[in-house]
């Protein structure tokens, strides 16, 4: 069989102006829950995707770490190229794939530091490797197998007791402009509903075509 006739038939829900939650905040809690009660590998992965100075764009798979009506959080290495292309272009694209519900989320908004205090918080909560993990990668850059190993062994030693957060780790939070819940339906006449913020803050529903 050739990539070309690799073909799935979406019909497991549908998605109606009449049904959605006005607050799409609200509207992604719900299908969150249903992603994390229905099974499927890490619901909470995003794809994250950044613009550099350039004009190149760039993706990757984070884990959504918190949300609220104040944005979505995620956490990386400041000094990363996420981290990087964030400082110089706060835009962001965020992308939930839910392929049991035959669903996607898509977000758009502008990245900004959380406290770090709440990041902090955050780090402790880590498993003990993870936070070793965070000192020994110098996330992005060129290293070889054996260097990675070597840094964790040395900081796993350095940090026996208690590990302090990186000063280049830390959270984002993308404020969303846009919300848009896709819905897959038969013959790729899939439902689009999208929330875009007005200037007022109040949020206006408009469906796109598939």
């Known amino acids: 069989m050739s990539i070309a006739d690799l073909r799935q038939n979406y019909d497991k829900d549908i998605l109606l102006e009449t049904s959605i939650d006005p607050n799409p905040f609200v509207q992604f809690q719900r299908w969150f829950d249903q992603a994390a009660k229905e099974g499927g590998l890490e619901p909470n992965a995003m794809t994250v995707s950044t613009v550099n100075t350039q004009g190149k764009p760039s993706s990757r798979i984070c884990l ?20 990087q292309n964030i400082a110089q272009n706060p835009y962001v694209s965020l992308l939930f794939f839910w392929m049991v519900q035959q669903r996607q989320v898509h977000i758009i908004g502008r990245a900004e530091k959380i406290s770090e205090s709440e990041s902090t918080a955050y780090f402790k909560s880590r498993p003990l490797g993870s936070q070793i993990g965070a000192w020994a990668s110098k996330q992005s850059q060129e290293i070889s197998r054996e260097e990675l190993e070597t840094r964790y062994q040395q900081y796993e030693k350095q940090f026996a007791q208690d590990v302090p957060k990186p000063d280049n780790w830390g959270g984002y939070r993308v404020v969303p402009e846009s919300i848009e819940f896709w819905q897959g339906r038969p013959s790729r006449l899939h439902d689009r509903l ?10 206006h529903l408009v469906r796109l075509s598939p």
């Not at 999208?194 to 949020?203: D, H, L, P, T, V």
């Open 64 to 83: 959504l770490k918190d949300f609220d009506e104040n944005g979505f959080v995620f956490f990386t290495n400041y000094d990363s190229a996420k981290g």
């Open 194 to 203: 999208k929330f875009i913020r007005q200037s007022n803050g109040e949020w």
